[in-house]
């Protein structure tokens, strides 16, 4: 295991602790975050690892949220509800990934982005199972103690987070990982040296959808009230791309501390600019940009400087 | 009866969707940047020939001679001081890049315009003109004929001039464009520029004929895309044939499946091209 | 290797330090003790933010008034009202999160509900585990209030009690009419209410020809109005928002399409429909909740519905819409409710609410047993000389109904 991969994993368990920290609201931020971290991390593999600019998370969040809504919907339990989902996410993105994983750069980021679209409209007329325009129903899963309800989904957020960690981990030192960076760097050599490269796309693309997926369903579990327009929400598939781009590509602590220090951001920027929270937050991302090309890993050095100074 | 006016609707509104698609088929041709702020820059354009009508009773037909230089300037300055640099970098960085600037832009407008719906109505109304029974909208007429000058004229400069010719030269092989001598820089800048002005001239045009708020961009941005992929990448006649596609498909489905399913079936559709036939109706193979 | 190691470290280091920052620059602001406040989150960007602003100005409109007569008036403790505004961008999640926000951290007392339906019913899941009396100011569909929550209440009477009358109007009025056509925004509330309207148009004897949703977004809806033409529809029923019905109703003029009954829902109330439609606006009906022509004489700050649309134009220069007295009417229940407990206690004030029977500037409020407002009668009316004239109730009509669209 890489320093880097085990910082990650001491941070991810740093988490754990924010309950002894703060009360809900700090919870809600906190469950958002882990949230956010999964979609980064899980972007990760097929966009860093890979070298796949997918705008497909969105479509998968959406299909996670409506599986499991819907299976709550039917009395089956969360901790059985959530694997179904992430395991729907996973068989659907790789099948999808075999035909879709043939088209590079732009061409595979408007085929992922397509996907959401539909996806989204067919939920959208399935109005018998999920309610389409009218949105789904969820039935309460937690207590109504407000700091246990909060616990409780910070904690099944975040136990997806541990998961996706542990897999991105396992990923990045196996086989599958040097195979994908091979992908990245040159696909057709790999396949001339006898890589199944449409296996390994399609494995990375399904991983990067499943956890994607079982968030969703915490996350439907968690509002009690879903959409169509929410939970397809095209921002889920931009702002962890963004937060991959603000961490620095394929390294799964940069991604992570990206996705952090995105939030922050966010957060800090929606809370002092009522007017001009968005415009900020694109100044900040060309700012970051122009300045930070290779994310927060461009920070070494008098790089930075010798940048400014460029520029 | 029916069938022939969806098909008029659709010829109509093809031309129209070819036009909002053509600027953002060209920068992603040219410059192989996916310009994620070109519905805001449409938006923009709109307000420009909505104020121009309004406060000097401007046209929109002669506000285009305005807009255009403007946003001729626009575009330019955005691509030198911040695209170029980092045109180099991969896809990823540009796209995220412009997303950043399209909620910048897009804020922007919210602040000075609030984001009511507006509407640029002609006084008199212009009316529609009917063909024993088969209606055509004048403004939208007067928008197409408008879009197909503007997309002709592009034509012809790319065609014809130094300038356009070295833009369809980038286009085709960057790298030798760079050995023949071509200040690629410059090249993209102007491109952008042109891009540009296509979505300003679109602005105003769609002015005509849509209510003008900054929330409508998603959906330009949204039949840009459509438009392109159907069609094929960074070529005038591309962004024709996928516009008169997209609205084609958008028509029949719509009278066939309803009007909610229509929009899914250009998405399906849009993923069955990129599988089948990635260049598009009209385009070469295009970029990585 | 070990500049690597440098690297990381600074990076951790740095991201910790900006993580702080963002946690202290979030710390509480004190609540003062002479202060109520009130939190409203509103959709100021993204694709609602023209219904925020009508929201923020019944708001506002409702503190001022209310801190001009010395606040609100506790067991003979006078308290100022301070309303507390987040943007939450249109995005439900964003919303659920904003009401969090607000009570936790603003330490507001009580909330505004989020705008629309589906926000308002996310974001109301949050204010009923805190406990928090909120007043949705603009979400009328029943679904919104069906979780057997206590402590949301809604100023919209349900869905029907718009297209009800309207249908009886048309039969009345226009008794030839007989085929509807439906074009419904797929969208919690404009499909709810097509919905609505096509279950009383069938029990009115009509018969629905045409009923259709189209997508959230759609640019052009020639394909599907031409498609309606070919069927010949006496009555004609459009829901979505303004910028929907903006773009229905001119592409309908550009297909020549005419009818005698034209309905659409919600934006014929607002001048800016009237503004941007001009002549196309002529002899559209709709209903809504509230009009500026409705007369109350009530019992809350503005005392009148006179009185509150002459502050209203004082104030904004222009004639309120059912959006801006509601936002204004939730304030002025509150207030009512509040000065009623004789306490700002949640439990109380809640209580105050739902056993609240008054009459208002907005009408009388008296609400059901969901939560839901259940004694306002919404006027039906028709856009004629480009101006809303009510045609019902009988009690306040300012006119005949014309019919034929051009």
Same mark, same amino acid.
């Given at each position: 295991?890489?320093?880097?991969?085990?910082?990650?994993?001491?941070?991810?368990?740093?988490?754990?602790?924010?309950?002894?920290?703060? *009360?809900?609201?700090?919870?809600?931020?906190?469950?958002?975050?882990?949230?956010?971290?999964?979609?980064?991390?899980?972007?990760?593999?097929?966009?860093?690892?890979?070298?796949?600019?997918?705008?497909?998370?969105?479509?998968?969040?959406?299909?996670?949220?409506?599986?499991?809504?819907?299976?709550?919907?039917?009395?089956?339990?969360?901790?059985?509800?959530?694997?179904?989902?992430?395991?729907?996410?996973?068989?659907?993105? @790789?099948?999808?990934?075999?035909?879709?994983?043939?088209?590079?750069?732009?061409?595979?980021?408007?085929?992922?982005?397509? /996907?959401?679209?539909?996806?989204?409209?067919?939920?959208?007329?399935?109005?018998?199972?999920?309610?389409?325009?009218?949105?789904?129903?969820?039935?309460?899963?937690?207590?109504?103690?407000?700091?246990?309800?909060?616990?409780?989904?910070?904690?099944?957020?975040?136990?997806?987070?541990?998961?996706?960690?542990?897999?991105?981990?396992?990923?990045?030192?196996?086989?599958?990982?040097?195979?994908?960076?091979?992908?990245?760097?040159?696909?057709?050599?790999?396949?001339?040296?006898?890589?199944?490269?449409?296996?390994?796309?399609?494995?990375?693309?399904?991983?990067?959808?499943?956890?994607?997926?079982?968030?969703?369903?915490?996350?439907?579990?968690?509002?009690?009230?879903?959409?169509?327009?929410?939970?397809?929400?095209?921002?889920?598939? $931009?702002?962890?791309?963004?937060?991959?781009?603000?961490? @620095?590509?394929?390294?799964?602590? *940069?991604?992570?501390?990206?996705?952090?220090?995105?939030?922050?951001?966010?957060?800090?920027?929606?809370?002092?600019?009522?007017?001009?929270?968005?415009?900020?937050? @694109?100044?900040?991302?060309?700012?970051?940009?122009?300045?930070?090309?290779?994310?927060?890993?461009?920070?070494?050095?008098?790089?930075?400087?010798?940048?400014?100074?460029?520029? | 009866?029916?069938?022939?006016?969806?098909?008029?609707?659709?010829?109509?509104?093809?031309?129209?969707?070819?036009?909002?698609?053509?600027?953002?088929?060209?920068?992603?041709?040219?410059?192989?940047?996916?310009?994620?702020?070109?519905?805001?820059?449409?938006?923009?354009?709109?307000? *420009?020939?909505?104020?121009?009508?309004?406060?000097?009773?401007?046209?929109?037909?002669?506000?285009?001679?305005?807009?255009?230089?403007?946003?001729?300037?626009?575009?330019?300055?955005?691509?030198?001081?911040?695209?170029?640099?980092?045109?180099?970098?991969?896809?990823?960085?540009?796209?995220?890049?412009?997303?950043?600037?399209?909620?910048?832009?897009?804020?922007?407008?919210?602040?000075?315009?609030?984001?009511?719906?507006?509407?640029?109505?002609?006084?008199?109304?212009?009316?529609?003109?009917?063909?024993? !029974?088969? &209606?055509?909208?004048?403004?939208?007429?007067?928008?197409?004929?408008?879009?197909?000058?503007?997309?002709?004229?592009?034509?012809?400069?790319?065609?014809?001039?130094?300038? !356009?010719?070295?833009?369809?030269?980038?286009?085709?092989?960057?790298?030798?464009?760079?050995?023949?001598?071509?200040?690629?820089?410059?090249?993209?800048?102007?491109?952008?520029?042109?891009?540009?002005?296509?979505?300003?001239?679109?602005?105003?045009?769609?002015?005509?004929?849509?209510?003008?708020?900054?929330?409508?961009?998603?959906?330009?941005?949204?039949?840009?895309?459509? $438009?392109?992929?159907?069609?094929?990448?960074?070529?005038?006649?591309?962004?024709?044939?996928?516009?008169?596609?997209?609205?084609?498909?958008? !028509?029949?489905?719509?009278?066939?499946?309803?009007?909610?399913?229509?929009? =899914?079936?250009?998405?399906?559709?849009?993923?069955?091209?990129?599988?089948?036939?990635?260049?598009?109706?009209?385009?070469?193979? !295009?970029?990585? | 290797?070990?500049?690597?190691?440098?690297?990381?470290?600074?990076?951790?280091?740095?991201?910790?330090?900006?993580?702080?920052?963002?946690?202290?620059?979030?710390?509480?602001?004190?609540?003062?003790?002479?202060?109520?406040?009130?939190?409203?989150?509103?959709?100021?960007?993204?694709?609602?933010?023209?219904?925020?602003?009508?929201?923020?100005?019944?708001?506002?409109?409702?503190?001022?008034?209310?801190?001009?007569?010395?606040?609100?008036?506790?067991?003979?403790?006078?308290?100022?009202?301070?309303?507390?505004?987040?943007?939450?961008?249109?995005?439900?999640?964003?919303?659920?999160?904003?009401?969090?926000?607000?009570?936790?951290?603003?330490?507001?007392?009580?909330?505004? @509900?989020?705008?629309?339906?589906?926000?308002?019913?996310?974001?109301?899941?949050?204010?009923?585990?805190?406990?928090?009396?909120?007043?949705?100011?603009?979400?009328?569909?029943?679904?919104?209030?069906?979780?057997?929550?206590?402590?949301?209440?809604? =100023?919209?009477?349900?869905?029907?009690?718009?297209?009800?009358?309207?249908?009886?109007?048309?039969?009345?009025?226009?008794?030839?009419?007989?085929?509807?056509?439906?074009?419904?925004?797929?969208?919690?509330?404009?499909?709810?209410?097509?919905?609505?309207?096509?279950?009383?148009?069938?029990?009115?004897?009509?018969?629905? $020809?045409?009923?259709?949703?189209?997508?959230?977004?759609?640019?052009?809806?020639?394909?599907?109005?031409?498609?309606?033409?070919?069927?010949?529809?006496?009555?004609?029923?459009?829901?979505?928002?303004?910028?929907?019905?903006?773009?229905?109703?001119?592409?309908?003029?550009?297909?020549?399409?005419?009818?005698? &009954?034209?309905?659409?829902?919600?934006?014929?109330?607002?001048?800016?429909?009237?503004?941007?439609?001009?002549?196309?606006?002529?002899?559209?009906?709709?209903?809504?909740?509230?009009?500026?022509?409705?007369?109350?004489?009530?019992?809350?700050?503005?005392?009148?519905?006179?009185?509150?649309?002459?502050?209203?134009?004082?104030?904004?220069?222009?004639?309120?819409?059912?959006?801006?007295?509601?936002?204004?009417?939730?304030?002025?229940?509150?207030?009512?409710?509040?000065?009623?407990?004789?306490?700002?206690?949640?439990?109380?004030?809640?209580?105050?609410?739902?056993?609240?029977?008054?009459?208002?500037?907005?009408?009388?409020?008296?609400?059901?047993?969901?939560?839901?407002?259940?004694?306002?009668?919404?006027?039906?009316?028709?856009?004629?000389?480009?101006?809303?004239?009510?045609? /019902?109730?009988?009690?306040?009509?300012?006119?005949?109904?014309?019919?034929?669209?051009?």
């Amino acid at each position: 295991m890489k320093r880097s991969d085990l910082i990650l994993i001491v941070l991810v368990l740093c988490l754990a602790a924010l309950p002894l920290a703060g *009360g809900a609201y700090t919870l809600r931020l906190g469950t958002m975050a882990a949230m956010s971290c999964i979609l980064a991390l899980s972007w990760n593999v097929i966009g860093g690892f890979a070298g796949y600019p997918s705008f497909a998370a969105a479509a998968f969040f959406g299909l996670g949220a409506y599986t499991t809504g819907i299976l709550l919907g039917y009395k089956v339990p969360l901790w059985l509800s959530l694997p179904i989902a992430a395991g729907l996410s996973f068989a659907l993105a @790789g099948l999808l990934g075999a035909v879709l994983l043939r088209l590079r750069g732009h061409y595979f980021a408007i085929a992922s982005l397509a /996907l959401v679209e539909v996806l989204r409209e067919i939920v959208n007329h399935a109005t018998d199972l999920t309610g389409g325009g009218m949105g789904l129903n969820i039935p309460v899963t937690a207590g109504t103690d407000i700091m246990a309800d909060a616990r409780f989904f910070f904690y099944a957020m975040w136990l997806v987070l541990l998961v996706t960690t542990i897999a991105v981990i396992a990923v990045s030192s196996s086989r599958l990982g040097f195979g994908l960076s091979c992908i990245r760097q040159n696909e057709a050599a790999s396949q001339m040296v006898g890589l199944n490269t449409t296996l390994y796309k399609s494995i990375a693309f399904g991983l990067s959808a499943c956890f994607v997926g079982a968030a969703g369903g915490v996350y439907a579990a968690w509002v009690h009230y879903i959409d169509p327009t929410d939970v397809f929400d095209i921002l889920y598939s $931009v702002k962890p791309i963004v937060m991959a781009l603000i961490g @620095g590509l394929g390294s799964s602590l *940069g991604v992570m501390i990206g996705a952090l220090l995105y939030l922050v951001l966010e957060e800090v920027v929606w809370r002092n600019y009522i007017q001009f929270h968005s415009a900020v937050l @694109g100044a900040l991302i060309i700012a970051l940009l122009l300045f930070l090309p290779h994310g927060l890993t461009s920070l070494r050095g008098g790089l930075l400087l010798r940048r400014l100074r460029g520029a | 009866m029916l069938a022939a006016q969806v098909l008029i609707n659709a010829l109509v509104l093809g031309c129209l969707y070819a036009c909002i698609a053509i600027g953002f088929s060209l920068v992603w041709g040219v410059l192989n940047v996916i310009n994620l702020a070109h519905g805001s820059f449409i938006v923009l354009g709109a307000y *420009g020939a909505w104020w121009l009508y309004h406060a000097f009773g401007i046209a929109p037909w002669y506000a285009l001679a305005i807009v255009a230089p403007l946003f001729f300037v626009f575009g330019y300055a955005i691509q030198r001081s911040i695209l170029n640099q980092v045109i180099a970098a991969p896809v990823l960085v540009t796209l995220t890049m412009t997303f950043g600037l399209d909620l910048l832009l897009n804020n922007v407008m919210i602040y000075f315009f609030t984001a009511d719906f507006r509407k640029l109505t002609l006084s008199p109304p212009v009316g529609s003109l009917s063909f024993g !029974g088969v &209606v055509v909208p004048v403004d939208r007429l007067i928008a197409l004929v408008l879009a197909l000058a503007l997309t002709f004229a592009l034509y012809v400069i790319l065609r014809r001039s130094r300038t !356009g010719r070295a833009i369809v030269a980038v286009r085709l092989d960057r790298d030798a464009a760079t050995l023949m001598g071509v200040d690629v820089k410059s090249i993209y800048a102007i491109a952008f520029g042109i891009g540009a002005v296509m979505a300003g001239c679109a602005g105003v045009l769609m002015a005509l004929i849509f209510p003008i708020s900054p929330l409508v961009s998603t959906a330009y941005l949204t039949k840009a895309f459509v $438009v392109c992929v159907l069609g094929g990448l960074g070529s005038v006649s591309g962004a024709l044939a996928g516009g008169l596609l997209l609205a084609l498909i958008e !028509g029949v489905g719509s009278v066939l499946f309803g009007p909610a399913l229509a929009t =899914t079936l250009s998405f399906v559709l849009l993923i069955v091209f990129l599988v089948v036939r990635p260049q598009g109706l009209m385009g070469r193979k !295009g970029f990585e | 290797m070990d500049r690597t190691r440098r690297n990381l470290a600074a990076t951790v280091a740095s991201a910790a330090c900006l993580v702080a920052a963002g946690l202290l620059a979030s710390a509480a602001p004190a609540a003062a003790d002479d202060v109520i406040r009130f939190g409203a989150p509103l959709p100021l960007t993204g694709p609602l933010a023209p219904e925020a602003i009508k929201q923020k100005q019944g708001y506002d409109l409702w503190a001022e008034e209310a801190n001009k007569a010395g606040g609100i008036d506790v067991g003979g403790k006078r308290y100022k009202v301070e309303i507390v505004y987040t943007d939450y961008q249109s995005n439900t999640p964003r919303s659920v999160q904003a009401t969090e926000q607000m009570i936790t951290q603003n330490k507001v007392n009580f909330l505004f @509900g989020a705008f629309g339906s589906g926000a308002a019913k996310a974001a109301s899941s949050v204010s009923e585990k805190y406990r928090i009396p909120t007043i949705a100011a603009a979400a009328s569909s029943a679904q919104v209030y069906d979780q057997g929550y206590k402590f949301l209440f809604g =100023t919209f009477t349900p869905n029907d009690t718009l297209t009800t009358p309207l249908t009886k109007l048309v039969r009345e009025k226009a008794p030839d009419v007989k085929k509807v056509a439906i074009l419904a925004r797929n969208d919690l509330f404009p499909l709810a209410i097509a919905q609505e309207l096509e279950k009383s148009a069938k029990a009115n004897g009509m018969e629905v $020809v045409y009923f259709e949703k189209y997508a959230i977004n759609t640019l052009d809806h020639s394909a599907a109005l031409s498609q309606m033409k070919a069927l010949a529809p006496q009555w004609i029923f459009v829901t979505g928002y303004i910028n929907d019905l903006l773009l229905v109703r001119k592409q309908m003029v550009d297909q020549q399409m005419k009818a005698p &009954v034209v309905s659409m829902i919600a934006g014929p109330a607002y001048q800016e429909f009237i503004d941007a439609a001009g002549q196309s606006a002529e002899n559209i009906s709709s209903a809504a909740w509230w009009h500026p022509a409705v007369r109350y004489e009530g019992k809350d700050v503005f005392k009148s519905t006179v009185n509150y649309v002459k502050l209203f134009r004082d104030k904004y220069k222009a004639t309120p819409d059912y959006a801006q007295a509601s936002a204004s009417a939730a304030g002025a229940i509150f207030q009512l409710a509040i000065e009623k407990a004789g306490s700002i206690d949640p439990q109380k004030v809640r209580d105050a609410l739902a056993s609240l029977d008054v009459m208002t500037f907005y009408g009388p409020v008296k609400f059901g047993p969901t939560g839901q407002i259940v004694s306002l009668e919404p006027p039906v009316f028709q856009i004629q000389g480009a101006k809303p004239v009510v045609l /019902l109730p009988a009690a306040i009509k300012q006119g005949e109904f014309r019919l034929g669209v051009q």
